[in-house]
């Protein structure tokens, strides 16, 4: 089956990003009046229910192995809302039925050994001003905190089911304020999940988060075209790996978004293989799958190429059936439509290609995916949402909207199989992109890095 010809599928598969997007110089501070109009958003929500208590962990340190932690990365919904970036804080936010709020950020001390070892701390001295809270407050003073700010509200709002140590956290809160009954004081009677309204919020970015996806876009678009130009027969996956993550941390990025898939020959069929020690072979592919977080958000691009630089008739063929694959999803990305939408435009056109390409009996393309043959070389679905999370906040019934960013990332996996053609042996493509939803249509933010199998040949003889 043929793919888009290279010419006049152009303008849609790499739009101009649109007058909205102003230049990545006015990148604005990854904190500040932002994070104080979600607050806003967010209590105004909360009075309308009644009032209530706030109550948002960003997490602690995990241990690695040893006294060696992992890099610490705060909770995406605590993030959102303060933009505090240390481990062992607390984001309290009192709202009355009237929406007043109070604000207050419970913070580790300064402690002038521990920064030896482990960097300096804003401490509860700086905290409030700079991240615009009413008070910051000592971590030691979290429960008294909390028990004050409780008393005589109809409910907490909190992470539900999150974290053991949260759920613990409540019930001795709510105790607590049981307690003091007999001095009138009253305890919430009722404990709300506070993520559905957060993820709504989180589901449209701003302009600040737009600016901030489509720079780790680039960096991410950047890497993906030093490891094809890198890659050669007999280098290693952990090597390409290795030009993915220098090109990361060089631009800036603090960190991978999501652990690197680099994929070569039969690796290319198992949808999350890691980076290991196989060398790539002449006539194999190679499958990327691979996007950094840059401020706290991700981006998340998949590519696949020929280690040599040229595909092979067989993998050309089986190509240019996913890049039809993802212009028909990318058409169908449009406001109003469901992540389902771009998903079943895909599948009809990988299970027409199947057919064509002998992988799958010959049947009604509606038969063919009524059967649910197609699922023996495409089982995943071909978006998700993106944002602080590289599966972001939303699901498949959410509609879209301008401002929303999802990818769109149809496959095929073909194994070796005896009633399977031999040339088609251990192919494996995914082809990704993060797409910005616009009343324009989709803004594909990845498209740095070519898709045509043309252009990937063209960029690597390079």
Request: charged content about 25%.
């Amino acid at each position: 089956m043929n793919g888009p010809d290279s010419t006049s599928k152009q303008t849609t598969l790499r739009p101009a990003l649109g007058p909205e997007l102003q230049p990545l110089e006015v990148l604005s501070a990854v904190h500040g009046q932002r994070h104080s109009q979600r607050r806003q958003r967010l209590a105004a929500w909360i009075a309308e229910q009644g009032g209530g208590l706030a109550v948002i962990s960003a997490g602690e340190e995990v241990i690695r192995n040893r006294d060696n932690p992992f890099p610490f990365r705060s909770h995406s919904d605590f993030l959102y809302m303060t933009g505090f970036p240390e481990p062992d804080a607390w984001w309290l936010m009192r709202v009355n039925a009237h929406g007043e709020t109070e604000n207050v950020l419970a913070c580790r001390p300064r402690d002038a050994e521990r920064e030896i070892w482990d960097g300096i701390r804003v401490g509860p001295q700086h905290a409030a001003e700079r991240f615009g809270m009413d008070r910051a407050i000592d971590i030691a003073m979290l429960d008294e905190t909390v028990i004050a700010l409780a008393a005589n509200l109809p409910a907490f709002y909190a992470q539900m089911g999150s974290h053991q140590e949260l759920d613990d956290r409540l019930r001795k809160w709510c105790d607590a304020l049981r307690a003091k009954g007999r001095a009138g004081i009253s305890a919430p009677d009722r404990i709300i999940d506070i993520g559905p309204a957060i993820a709504r919020q989180r589901l449209i970015k701003d302009q600040d988060e737009i600016l901030t996806m489509r720079r780790a876009a680039e960096i991410s678009a950047r890497a993906h075209i030093r490891a094809m130009q890198f890659t050669q027969p007999g280098h290693h996956e952990f090597q390409i790996e290795a030009e993915l993550l220098h090109e990361f941390r060089a631009a800036g990025a603090q960190s991978v978004a999501y652990g690197s898939i680099v994929a070569g020959g039969p690796h290319s069929c198992i949808l999350h293989h890691r980076a290991g020690n196989r060398a790539v072979l002449d006539n194999e592919l190679v499958l990327i799958d691979a996007g950094c977080e840059l401020d706290g958000y991700a981006s998340d691009i998949t590519r696949t190429y020929p280690a040599n630089g040229r595909f092979t008739p067989a993998q050309r063929a089986a190509y240019d059936v996913v890049v039809a694959a993802q212009q028909a999803a990318v058409d169908t990305t449009r406001v109003g439509a469901l992540l389902s939408d771009p998903h079943d435009a895909a599948v009809r056109v990988l299970a027409q290609g199947m057919m064509d390409l002998n992988l799958i009996s010959r049947q009604s393309l509606d038969a063919a995916i009524e059967s649910g043959d197609y699922k023996r070389f495409y089982m995943h679905r071909t978006g998700h949402f993106l944002g602080l999370d590289v599966h972001d906040v939303g699901d498949v019934k959410t509609p879209f909207a301008p401002g929303m960013v999802t990818t769109i990332e149809p496959g095929l996996y073909i194994r070796p199989s005896e009633d399977i053609p031999e040339e088609f042996w251990n192919i494996g493509i995914r082809i990704e992109d993060d797409a910005l939803i616009t009343d324009q249509g989709p803004l594909l933010l990845t498209r740095d890095v070519p898709v045509l199998a043309d252009e990937i040949e063209r960029i690597m003889r390079a």
